[in-house]
Nanobody
Framework: VQLQASGGGLVQPGGSQRLSCAASGSIFSINAIDWYRQPPGKQRERVAG???????NYADSVKGRFTISRDNAKNTTYLQMNSLKPEDTAVYYCNADIRPLGGTTWYAHWGQGTLVTVSS
């Protein structure tokens, strides 16, 4: 099972960017999915999360600007980021609880990270 994060890049302040996180492999089910970020020189922090049923929650720093969503048929989650600020600059990671085919245990998987740079 692999998680592949994509969509990072350079964006101007006030701009938008959409990140994707696709899960692949022998997957039976995906439970909660979260996005984290790690700004340069700082600790990783949780940004947003979504349950399999679609309930969402956000860090106060991104509430009202970021939207997390998922497409269960495609095993993919998205993070739409609007009104970006320089302090949103970070490597963004996805994390998902996945149950593999033929298994009964849930495992936490991390994507490889995608860099978002907000700068003029």
């Amino acid at each position: 099972v692999q998680l592949q994060a994509s969509g990072g890049g350079l964006v101007q302040p006030g701009g938008s960017q959409r990140l994707s996180c696709a899960a692949s492999g022998s997957i039976f089910s995906i439970n909660a999915i979260d996005w984290y970020r790690q700004p340069p020189g700082k600790q990783r922090e949780r940004v947003a999360g979504i349950t399999r049923g679609g309930s969402t929650n956000y860090a106060d720093s991104v509430k009202g600007r970021f939207t997390i969503s998922r497409d269960n048929a495609k095993n993919t989650t998205y993070l739409q980021m609007n009104s970006l600020k320089p302090e949103d600059t970070a490597v963004y990671y996805c994390n998902a609880d996945i149950r593999p085919l033929g298994g009964t245990t849930w495992y936490a998987h991390w994507g490889q990270g995608t860099l978002v740079t907000v700068s003029s």
